[in-house]
């Protein structure tokens, strides 16, 4: 079974912040979902740093890993932008981390989607230090910024079907840009 993971957190006090960036995404995918594939689709109902522990009951081989894609937020890239990739470190991301360390294996596809704003030349303008960082993820999304991410679940969607139909070679290739 084909299994897509959005990370965020629960309740909602969180619904629209940056760190639920994956299960925005997630949940958009679920509701317009027209493939004709078996899909289950995971928004963990853990705290973003327990998200393995939604996603291990799962995955029973390592076949299962190759079914597995999670989408989450990263700020390490420009709002807006997607990046597939695979058998790569968390990143720092803790949601991402507790999956790899329940899972005893980075060998799976994500979906890193950017939330940070950027310079006038493109560059990403991340907050500095944990405090900073802990507050940044947590805040809510500004309107417009909500309203782009939303507009990205197409892109993420088409992303999804093209890693399943035709391949993550063909979806890095495609999205990765």
């Given amino acids: 079974m084909k299994i897509v993971v959005g990370l965020g957190n629960p309740g909602s006090e969180y619904e629209n912040t940056r760190h639920n960036t994956g299960r925005i995404l997630v949940r958009i995918f679920e509701e317009k979902n027209t ?26 081989t390592k076949k299962d ?6 989408v989450y937020d990263d700020i390490d890239l420009p709002l807006g932008k997607i990046k597939i990739s695979f058998n790569r470190s968390d990143g720092g991301h803790n949601g991402l981390g507790s999956i790899i360390k329940l899972l005893k294996s980075q060998e799976f596809l994500r979906i890193r989607v950017g939330i940070s704003p950027t310079t006038p030349k493109g560059f990403v303008k991340k ?40 391949g993550a070679g063909k979806a890095m290739t495609v999205y990765n840009n």
């Fill in 65 to 70: 890993l190759k079914d597995l894609i999670v």
């Fill in 127 to 166: 907050p500095k230090g944990e405090g900073a960082v802990l507050k940044f993820l947590l805040g809510e999304f500004k309107k417009s910024e909500l309203e782009l991410i939303k507009k990205l679940g197409k892109k993420v969607a088409e992303a999804i079907e093209t890693i399943y139909s035709e």
């Fill in 35 to 60: 493939t004709k594939q078996k899909i289950k689709f995971i928004t963990p109902d853990t705290f973003m740093n327990n998200s393995g522990k939604a996603v291990v009951p799962f995955i029973k």
